[in-house]
């Protein structure tokens, strides 16, 4: 069994900064892709940041330039970085995985997500 374990989130003001987490755990084999995704209220969840085991990253257009992914490896864990905060970044955030738990066989999973609120 595999577990997604956020944390980070919290209540900052525009222009501050907070830093999640999210921890893997469980039978992992190998760990291919992470990202951060999030959900605003009354929206459908979207793609924040990617990273490759090789350390390539994506970004949606608008956290360029203020939002930045990285993972460590060593210990199943991805981050993200976020700076310059706007209201507009209020939403729940989800980390995910896709993990090699069966040989040869990647799999998605999900953390329960971590609530970030930026006040104006």
């Known amino acids: 069994q595999v577990q997604l374990v956020e944390s980070g989130g919290g209540l900052v003001q525009a222009g501050g900064s907070l830093r999640l987490s999210c921890a893997a755990s469980?039978?992992?084999?190998?760990?291919?892709?992470m990202g951060w995704y999030r959900q605003a209220p009354g929206k459908q969840r979207e793609l924040v940041a990617g990273i490759t085991n090789g350390g390539s990253t994506n970004y949606a257009d608008s956290v360029k330039g203020r939002l930045t992914i990285s993972r460590d490896n060593a210990k199943n864990t991805v981050y993200l970085q976020m700076n310059s905060l706007k209201p507009e970044d209020t939403a729940v955030y989800y980390c995910?995985?896709?993990?090699?738990?069966?040989?040869?066989?990647?799999?998605?999973?999900w953390g329960q997500g971590t609530q970030v609120t930026v006040s104006s």
């Open positions: 469980g039978s992992i084999l190998s760990i291919n892709a």
């Open positions: 995910a995985a896709d993990i090699e738990v069966v040989p040869g066989i990647l799999s998605d999973y």
